[in-house]
């Protein structure tokens, strides 16, 4: 308890797909507090797997959000416990899965801004949402208003939003609305997140007129204005001053995405390739200046607002692993590591696509295995399946960024983060599949560590001190997975044979590209 005790610090919390996480960093940057609270696991009540409510039709999938307000509950009462000392919080920032909307009924301003702190925040907040069941980045249920905004805009990429006209008072992202639970009044969305609701001209970074008309009336006051990521929203409200005993004085900096924050977290340089294995897999790019193709997101950078960066999402990331872990490895990560230890690289020339879920890079499901003959086969012994799996996994992402315009350099590092970032055997063939060295930092949240960071950038603002210049004392990332001599060989045939059947497997689902 006493290491918790007069130590400065700033917070970071995430409010990812399967837990709230939070972690406290000290002002040599150093980590020094870390808990997390797992939706599955200590909220029994919602029922949810994997952090989400996948509905009958297959395609819906909602999140509750009093869910997420009581695991914020819980986490902060943990850290009062474990004797927490809030007094020495100088400011927080966080971060929330990308594209899930929150939607705030009229009046819930007023329950806000005047919360009693003898009571939690779920017991006050139950009446403020007119949306109990939150949309999240996994939903496609609304595929047909995406063709219709689309067409409208007259643009080729596949946007996505909620069309209707229920009386909200204002929508947020789950970022801002997290932002808003800590300021007492509703946060506004910040520049990186809301790239990621094709709604923000990302070169001027305001609201796109035709794509808000092509969604729904009144939909900017519901919005409000997006802000610079790097801003500081307010104070954070007197309901945790008088309940936790943070000072009054401590900033809430707007908080952002999750894959951004993790951009920051890892303090990713020009040319290095971030790859997250959290619920989601992610790979995400800095980029000096937009360049939209038709497949992938394309953000304003969380650190730099003149700057941009690309991501990469793939639905079938950690939740398609621990399927094939529990259905082939007795439900146990060193079995499936065992697997992938006692196999060869390149898995004598056998391929898979496990994608239980409809994939978002390419669009494709079900499971497909192709033998060294490229004959689709309909299984492979356990431990091939498991190399196939990952190989593939590693496989799609660099065709992918390779699509974006990307090309591994010498000098190029992959950072790893996410749960699946302690797996080493995994991380072995991310290193083998990219041939390039594989990092990790000391923490697998960097979107935590990454809102810290940015906490700290925020005590800063209005210097005009760049981010680099606020984390240049963090650690640096250690080397985890070095490329094995001739994976680049062996990866260089196989990459093709993998681009040339996943095309193969497109066109028998939905016929020839155009
Ligand atoms: N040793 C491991 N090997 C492979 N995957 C792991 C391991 N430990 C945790 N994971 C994966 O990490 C996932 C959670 O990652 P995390 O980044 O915490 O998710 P999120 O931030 O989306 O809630 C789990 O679903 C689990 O499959
Ligand atoms: O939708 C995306 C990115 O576009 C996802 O990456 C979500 O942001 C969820 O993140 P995790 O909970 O998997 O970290």
Not at 316 to 338: H, P, Q, T, V, Y
Not at 368 to 385: G, M, T
Request: net charge negative; charged share 20%; glycine share 8%.
């Amino acid at each position: 308890m006493a290491e918790h005790t007069g130590r400065r610090c700033c917070l970071g919390w995430d409010f990812s797909t399967q837990q709230v996480k939070v972690v406290a960093v000290d002002a040599e940057l150093n980590v020094f507090y870390e808990d997390s609270v797992h939706f599955d696991r200590d909220l029994l009540e919602f029922g949810t797997q994997g952090g989400v409510h996948v509905h009958e039709d297959g395609l819906t999938v909602t999140s509750p959000v009093l869910m997420w307000v009581q695991a914020l509950d819980i986490i902060l009462e943990k850290m009062k416990a474990s004797g927490f000392d809030f007094s020495q919080v100088l400011a927080l920032s966080g971060a929330g899965q990308q594209h899930g909307s929150v939607y705030w009924k009229s009046g819930a301003s007023q329950v806000l801004a005047s919360l009693s702190p003898d009571l939690l925040l779920h017991e006050q907040l139950q009446a403020c949402f007119s949306i109990s069941d939150c949309p999240v980045w996994m939903d496609s249920s609304t595929t047909a208003q995406c063709r219709q905004l689309e067409a409208t805009v007259g643009g080729a990429q596949a946007l996505s939003c909620l069309t209707g006209s229920r009386a909200y008072e204002r929508i947020s992202l789950v970022s801002s609305f997290a932002a808003s639970l800590f300021l007492g009044s509703h946060s506004p969305i910040d520049y990186s997140d809301g790239s990621g609701m094709n709604l923000l001209r990302i070169q001027d970074k305001i609201w796109s007129q035709a794509c808000l008309g092509a969604c729904a009336p009144h939909l900017e006051e519901k919005l409000g204005l997006p802000v610079p990521s790097c801003s500081v929203v307010g104070a954070i409200s007197s309901y945790f001053v008088q309940r936790y005993g943070f000072p009054p004085g401590c900033k809430v900096v707007a908080f952002t995405g999750d894959n951004p924050a993790s951009l920051a977290g890892m303090r990713l340089e020009e040319g290095d390739i971030a790859v997250s294995l959290g619920t989601s897999d992610t790979l995400f790019l800095w980029l000096q200046e937009p360049t939209p193709t038709l497949e992938g997101h394309i953000f304003c950078n969380p650190v730099d607002p003149q700057h941009y960066m690309a991501l990469l999402c793939f639905k079938n990331g950690s939740l398609m692993r621990e399927k094939i872990r529990d259905e082939l490895a007795s439900s146990s990560w060193s079995e499936f590591s065992k697997a992938l230890q006692s196999t060869e690289m390149g898995n004598s020339g056998n391929l898979g696509f496990y994608f239980d879920v409809m994939e978002i890079t390419p669009e494709i499901i079900g499971r497909h295995r192709f033998s060294a003959e490229n004959h689709e086969v309909s299984a492979f012994p356990w431990d091939v399946e498991i190399r196939a799996l990952i190989e593939g996994q590693f496989m799609a992402k660099k065709i992918h960024a390779e699509g974006l315009g990307y090309r591994v350099m010498p000098k190029t590092k992959i950072l790893a983060t996410g749960g699946a970032s302690h797996n080493r055997d995994i991380l072995q063939v991310l290193a083998d599949v990219f041939g390039t060295p594989v990092y990790v930092t000391d923490t697998a949240n960097s979107a935590c560590v990454g809102s810290a960071y940015r906490a700290f950038h925020g005590l800063a603002a209005g210097t005009d001190v760049p981010f680099s210049e606020v984390v240049k004392l963090a650690p640096n990332p250690r080397l985890a997975a070095a490329p094995t001599p001739g994976a680049s060989q062996v990866y260089e045939a196989l990459l093709q044979r993998y681009a040339m059947l996943e095309q193969r497997i497109l066109t028998q689902t939905r016929g020839p590209p155009e």
